[in-house]
């Protein structure tokens, strides 16, 4: 079971931390990515880590801003989000698959808001 975290309300330019947590699973032996969906809009992916190398992918909406870690020790991955714009606002999911950063994601979070505003 997956946990997400962090969520609120925030003004641009500020920054959030997200956190991902599991019960019954142990992280490190997945790929975890992070999703957001807005309303209207497609779910996007946001980042992603490696199991193999904790190597990392972001999209071009978010690089530079956005970085993902895992904690081993606390069973948690954590997506920082620095430099917030109003169109980062979006319901935002961990997910996490056995295969790569581009495979699909078998098991999901219920996911927590995100919302940026002055």
């Known amino acids: 079971q997956l946990v997400e975290s962090g969520g609120g309300l925030v003004q641009p330019g500020g920054s959030l931390r997200l956190s991902c947590a599991a019960s019954?699973?142990?992280?490190?032996?997945?790929?975890v990515g992070w999703f957001r969906q807005a309303p209207g809009k497609e779910r996007e992916a946001v980042s992603c880590?490696?199991?193999?190398?904790?190597?990392?992918y972001y999209p071009d909406s978010v690089k530079g801003r956005f970085a993902i870690s895992r904690d081993k020790a606390k069973n948690a991955v954590y997506l920082q989000m620095n430099s917030l714009k109003p169109e980062d606002t979006a319901v935002y999911y961990c997910?996490?698959?056995?295969?790569?950063?581009?495979?699909?994601?078998?098991?999901w979070g219920p996911g927590t808001q995100v919302t940026v505003s002055s």
């Open positions: 997910a996490l698959t056995m295969s790569n950063c581009e495979a699909d994601f078998d098991i």
């Open positions: 019954g699973i142990t992280l490190e032996y997945y790929a």
């Open positions: 880590i490696r199991s193999a190398d904790d190597s990392t």
